[in-house]
């Protein structure tokens, strides 16, 4: 079979995935377990894997999915009891009376709060809290999804406490293939880890930095009076304030606490730097902006679901400290167990479910460590604020039932999208003496456009989330390719792994499910289309600005052989 069939081969189940989820716009839950059924066909007949590889990579795949909807379930279940507590009316009330420019209030509302609820929940979470809160506030329904979907930027590759480097990074490479060529050129995994997040903190810093003058510009410029990206430019200073008061402790978080810190770190520091400053009119205009009166607004802008600031009271109002108090203690939790060796060594060895050699298969295996992952250190934080707001069981009922449905839905993608990954993954063992499937694609990448595909390994990671809706299944899929198209053109691994985690952050602004979510919460479905329109501006200016700087990373700055893993060229 020639090189370009075999490509074609190899690129069919995520062409599949494309064509069904964008071009017939069929459900994921529909999509998915066509594109695994022909994944497996193609690994048997083409590949010609033997039928008990296929197996044990599905099963790999399904534990895999374990631990990713442990992690989902803690991040929901947090969320949700803090809903039915109040602490999240709480958390959102703060926020009301800071400013009346309603371009401070997209600021520290949208992109700062925003940016802390996807670092704790991910998983398009965000956008659809921030959507319904703005349009609380008086926004219109159109704006509020637009900027609620701006968010899912710059915190995503560090959204769910870092589940897409800690699990969509790490399992969708061939760890024990790269783990023992690491060994061998005197590193290790976790060195190779550190690497990888490390240079996607410092890109996302670089690039993130303008996200929240670049809010305000597309909020003036398409829901102003005056239709002006000037309005939203008159605000830069205090802007740029904002960009640096979350990105600088948020790289700080990177370089030195580890993926599950960044988003958290950087929004908990950006709102005890911004809010003050905003509420004392730090380099804010005197001239506020607004929009024009509602009774002046497009049909387009409104959602038919009338979101009032006093539908979301609670009942039972928690004070503020008490409402941020589960946050600052999941914080604290996290970086003890990060950072301790002995507890970390604990809790990975002790509630873990492993399976080394799955059926047979020496470099097959899986795990969950049910107490070290962040699901398990979230579940902890609820069973604290359990008691700290003495819930009555009606409301915690509730809230596992919000879960859980939760679950379910994102559950049933996940069963089918994994193990098809790790069936691509696990096809360089094979009858048919071809490399793996990942590899036979990035060899045609590497003939195609060679030296200059650093410049366009972010689109391809936006390409992933665009079609899965999802940063962790887009690293999942997509990082692997990226490894191989590396080794073929001789730059850094980890740099273009890199780049496929910034670059599948960057395409969250235009993953279908996440704005059909975030619309559903406002009443505006059906206007999806025009949601996209816009935020593909702002993923544009990401995907132009981290391409560049890959690109002049792979050529110029030699990095292959300054970083700490030697071998990931």
């Known amino acids: ?128 809290i921030i959507a319904s809160l703005l349009v609380a506030l008086g926004f219109p329904a159109m ?191 996290l970086v003890l167990t990060r950072v301790n060796a002995d507890i970390k060594a604990w809790l990975s060895s002790h509630l873990a479910l492993e399976w080394d050699g799955i059926l047979g298969e020496a470099d097959i295996s899986g795990s969950i460590q049910f107490l070290y992952l962040p699901g398990g250190i979230m579940i902890l934080v609820v069973l604290a604020a359990f008691f700290l707001y003495r819930m009555p069981f009606k409301s915690i009922k509730s809230a596992l039932n919000e879960s859980t449905r939760t679950i379910f839905g994102a559950g049933f993608v996940l069963l089918f999208t994994i193990p098809m990954v790790r069936i691509l993954i696990n096809s360089d063992v094979n009858l048919a003496d071809l490399p793996s499937m990942p590899q036979a694609m990035a060899q045609w990448i590497a003939m195609s456009v060679g030296g200059l595909y650093p410049f366009f390994a972010p689109a391809v990671g936006a390409l992933g989330a665009f079609i899965a809706g999802s940063n962790t299944v887009s690293n999942l899929m997509l990082a692997q390719f990226q490894f191989d198209t590396a080794q073929m053109i001789g730059v850094s691994g980890a740099l273009l792994i890199a780049a496929q985690a910034v670059g599948a952050a960057a395409g969250n602004m235009i993953a279908v499910h996440n704005v059909v979510a975030a619309s559903a919460t406002v009443g505006l479905l059906g206007r999806e289309g025009k949601v996209i329109r816009m935020t593909i501006i702002p993923t544009l200016y990401y995907l132009l600005f981290t391409g560049a700087l890959i690109f002049l990373a792979a050529n110029f700055l030699d990095i292959c052989d300054r970083s700490t893993v030697g071998m990931v060229c």
């Open 1 to 128: 079979m020639n090189q370009l069939l075999l490509s074609l081969c190899a690129f069919l189940p995520l062409l599949l995935a494309a064509f069904f989820l964008v071009g017939l716009n069929w459900p994921a839950r529909r999509a998915m377990p066509v594109v695994f059924m022909t994944t497996a066909g193609i690994a048997l007949m083409v590949w010609e894997m033997p039928l008990n590889r296929v197996m044990a990579s599905t099963l790999q795949g399904l534990i895999l999915t374990g631990s990713i909807l442990w992690i989902i379930f803690g991040a929901i279940l947090l969320l949700n009891i803090l809903k039915h507590a109040g602490a999240i009316t709480a958390i959102r009330h703060s926020f009301f009376s800071i400013s009346p420019d309603r371009r401070v209030q997209v600021i520290i509302v949208a992109w700062l709060f925003g940016c802390f609820i996807e670092g704790v929940s991910g998983f398009g979470t965000p956008a659809a």
């Open 143 to 333: 704006a509020a999804v637009m900027v609620g979907m701006m968010v899912q930027s710059t915190p995503v590759s560090f959204g769910a406490v870092g589940t897409p480097i800690i699990v969509g990074v790490s399992g969708g490479l061939d760890k024990a293939d790269i783990t023992e060529r690491l060994i061998a050129a005197g590193s290790d995994w976790e060195a190779f880890e550190r690497l990888i997040t490390l240079e996607v903190t410092l890109i996302h810093a670089l690039v993130g930095l303008l996200m929240p003058l670049l809010m305000c510009m597309m909020l003036t410029r398409f829901f102003g009076r005056s239709k002006s990206w000037a309005e939203g430019l008159s605000i830069a200073p205090f802007a740029i304030f904002a960009g640096l008061a979350f990105v600088v402790p948020y790289a700080l978080a990177g370089v030195f606490l580890g993926p599950e810190f960044p988003s958290i770190v950087g929004a908990l520091a950006g709102l005890l730097i911004v809010v003050p400053a905003a509420r004392s009119g730090f380099l804010i205009p005197r001239q506020h902006w607004s929009f024009s009166d509602a009774k002046d607004w497009p049909a387009e802008w409104l959602g038919n679901i009338e979101v009032k600031l006093e539908n979301l009271v609670s009942r039972s109002p928690v004070s503020i400290t008490a409402a941020w108090l589960p946050y600052v203690l999941l914080v604290m939790l």
